[in-house]
């Protein structure tokens, strides 16, 4: 088995671990450079919507197609630092339709609504706590611009 490893590494039998302590180390900054890349494109979008896509009543809507899902969490929970906030994300995969939705701590929290009048009528599986809740819709994306819209008319 040690012989085989070596192989594997590229190296003699008795620098296997020093190689191995290497190579974990390398793997623990390359996923540190995914999570700081995954947060600086969150916050592009966080800051492109902030611009471009607050509703009537400043209601955010954000609709992704196939992100990443460490970028589609960066998002939800950077777009709870903003006290204000009222967002629904929308992130469409092949496999699934992902949503978060952000009720910032300045409005208060319409639980009630959000399970009776979103998700409910749309199948929507999910929660969370004040100021963040996600999950899945069941549906196909068909739906997705429903969902949203039925999002927009959230009670201020």
């Known amino acids: 088995v040690v012989t085989s490893a070596a192989e594997r590494f590229s190296t003699q039998p ?47 809507s954000i609709i992704l197609t196939d992100e990443e899902g460490d970028v589609f969490k960066a998002l939800a929970e950077m777009a709870t630092e ?35 009048e979103l998700l409910k009528p749309f199948g929507a599986k999910g929660g969370g706590k004040p100021p963040l809740w996600r999950g899945v819709l069941p549906a196909p994306s068909s739906v997705t611009d429903q969902f949203v819209g039925r999002f927009r008319t959230l009670p201020v």
């Open 82 to 116: 903003r006290p204000d906030r009222r967002l629904l994300a929308v992130n469409i995969t092949e496999d699934a339709v992902h949503w978060a939705i952000v009720i910032g701590e300045s409005t208060p929290f319409p639980a009630q609504w959000l399970r009776d």
């Open 14 to 60: 008795e620098d296997l671990t020093t190689r191995i302590d290497q190579e974990q180390k390398e793997v623990q900054e390359l996923r540190r450079t995914c999570r700081i890349r995954a947060e600086r494109i969150a916050r592009f979008l966080l800051d492109r919507s902030d611009a471009d896509n607050a509703g009537p009543e400043g209601i955010e």
